[in-house]
């Protein structure tokens, strides 16, 4: 049997790999548009935009690895056809790869800055290790830089810029930072760290035009300001890179969508990570832009294409790191009627449970509950865990009671 897998990055190489695990014995093909051996993203905004972390400790697997388990690597070729009737992926370079099982693991793309000026030198996006290697090229202590969107992405490389000695001025449309996600009272403890580190945060406004001579010189936004800047980050976003799927007739809907066991609508393709909009026993439909997803479902994908019939339930999670804070997260709640606090939020060192009708889907530890990910740690995060996958009521006074232990809570919950 030969397995292709189109997109070689976290969750294409993490599939591979699981493949070899599970003791799968036929040709596995991994294909990817960069040049580079599938690696992980978060440095880039992080340890490696400051120099910090080797690009080699990146990757996904070392190079020798490959070869070792027969993982044939085709990499800088896109691919630009599926024919799911004849079973075969057509290439850039006209070569037409035939497969009995397909995995699209294509992630997302930097939303298109549609931005006067955003042609000029000094304007950057940041999805990319060539993306990334421009941006510390620019980089000089002294600098003035503009981030524009202050979500993940732009407030980690906000707080690199800033422990690299480069000015920072954010422009972002919401009253605080990641209040969609977080919430209001999160989003102001999240602003107060930025200034206190000299962010100039710029709320409630956009971006105009970039304006410059051939480089960007001055940031103009909707509400007046003109911001001298030596260059520009913008973090706005990410589309799915599902266009292949599209064209191949899946069904897509912001992702492509698939089951739980990550199967698209096309006989014997499936789908990981960014790119999938996937059922969830206990979420409904989602599509997240987590590594801790792109890692678990590349997993799950390998085991289904194996045939295997586990559903994909894992609940969500993801980290950010910015300056000595560090905010972990687990569950998926798009809306909540309650946020209960244990711990002060103005300490910088809480946890925050989101509840709707008294359900606990998500919670949020700034600098506490321990790394749900990490197998070592008992935590209050893989508590909160068991609480989201349990869906029983819970009492929110509980909840923020440093005197209840959480897991026990938990466990009462079963
Ligand atoms: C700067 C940065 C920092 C991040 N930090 C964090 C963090 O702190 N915590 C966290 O949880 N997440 C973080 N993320 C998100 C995380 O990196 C992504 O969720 C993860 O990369 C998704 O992996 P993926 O394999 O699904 O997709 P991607 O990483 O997007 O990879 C998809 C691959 O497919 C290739 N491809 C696309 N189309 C084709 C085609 N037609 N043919 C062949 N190849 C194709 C692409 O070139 C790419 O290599 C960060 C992301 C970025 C950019």
Redesign the pocket.
Known sequence: MRIVI???????ATAAATLRDEGFDGEIRL????PQLPY???P??KGYLRHEEAFEAQLVKPAGYYPEQRIELTLG????AIDARQKLVELESGERVTYDRLLV????RNRTLAVPGADLAGVFQ??TVEDCDRIRAAIERGRRAVVMGFG??GS?VAASFRQLGVEVAAVEGARVPLARVLGEEVGRVLAGIHRDKGVELIMEDSVEAFEGSGRVERVRTRKGRVLECDMVVAGIGIVP?TE?LATAGAHVDNGVLVDERCRTTLPDVFA????TNHLHPVFGRLRV??????YQQGQAAARSLLGGEQPYDYIHS????QYEHSIEYVGFAPGWDRLAFRGRPESRKFLGFYLERGIVRAAVGLNRGGDPEDPKVEGELKAAVTLIRNRTPVDPAALADEAVDLSGLAARTR
Not at 6 to 12: D, E, I, Q
Request: without cysteine; proline residues 2%.
């Open positions: 189109v997109g070689a990055s976290l969750a294409g294909i990817g548009t960069e992980n993203r978060p880039l905004s070729v896109r691919a630009t693991a294509t992630g997302g940041l999805r993940f992405i980690e890179n292949l990981a990570g960014d790119v832009e987590h590594w801790n997803n792109g993801f980290w950010s790191d």
